[in-house]
Each structure stands twice: as structure tokens, then as C-alpha cells.
Nanobody, 125 residues
Framework: DVQLQASGGGSVRTGGSLRLSCAAS????????MSWFRRAPGKKREGVSC????????FYADSVKNRATMYKDDSRKTVFLQMNSLKPEDTAVYYC??????????????????WGQGTQVTVSS
């Protein structure tokens, strides 16, 4: 099994930036599809971004497109989510997830997906 350790969350003002990190240990990191999900109070869980373990393509939810960049550092077994132009609606706990469904129009956790512990992002106006 892959173990995931997310970090980098914090409190910022609208328009600010954060870089979330997720360090993976165990498992077969290179072939895992890696994803970021978020859950805001009172809202449904949302797949934010993913990078396919099969072909390296990266996809984003419409809510963060053009404001977020997800990338990997395979030498460090770490994935990153750079988020810019943050808005109050980005406030949520962000989770790193392996082996989610990663498609251009759908990022969805599956039964076998592994979840990290989450990191809080708070954006104030």
C-alpha cells in the first residue's frame, strides 16, 4: 500500500498562492495515478486535479483550471499542487489520493483509492 503525507496548506488572502505537497511512501509510485481532492464544509467532495500514472497527462476540475498546476517529482516520490489566484471558495481540506479515475472530464475516487490525511486551505476575502 502507498502511504501519503500531505502538507503545505495554510491561510491566505484572496488572490494569494499556496503549494501543496504530497509525499508518497511504499507502493509502486511511478505507476500510480495521483490526484488531489478537496472537501469544503457542507459541500460534496470534489476531484481537483490528477496526473495519470499511465501516460502522465494532467487534468483539472473546471473550478481550478488555469489557476492550478499539478506536477510530480518522481525522484522524491512527491506530487505538488500549485494554486494561484486563490478564492474563498477554494477553502477546503485538500487530500492526496492514489489510483482515482483520472479523465479529462472526470476525477473520481474509486473503492481502491488510498487517501492521505488532508491539509487545510483557508482563503479569506
Amino acid at each position: 500500500d502507498v502511504q501519503l503525507q500531505a502538507s503545505g496548506g495554510g491561510s491566505v488572502r484572496t488572490g494569494g498562492s499556496l503549494r501543496l505537497s504530497c509525499a508518497a511512501s511504499g507502493g509502486i509510485y511511478r505507476v500510480n495515478t495521483m490526484s488531489w481532492f478537496r472537501r469544503a464544509p457542507g459541500k460534496k467532495r470534489e476531484g481537483v486535479s490528477c496526473v495519470s500514472g499511465r501516460d502522465g497527462r494532467t487534468f483539472y476540475a473546471d473550478s481550478v483550471k488555469n489557476r492550478a498546476t499539478m506536477y510530480k517529482d518522481d525522484s522524491r516520490k512527491t506530487v505538488f499542487l500549485q494554486m494561484n489566484s486563490l478564492k474563498p471558495e477554494d477553502t477546503a481540506v485538500y487530500y492526496c489520493v492514489t489510483d482515482a479515475l483520472c479523465l479529462v472530464d472526470r476525477i473520481m475516487a474509486l473503492v481502491g483509492s488510498e487517501w492521505g490525511q488532508g491539509t487545510q486551505v483557508t482563503v479569506s476575502s
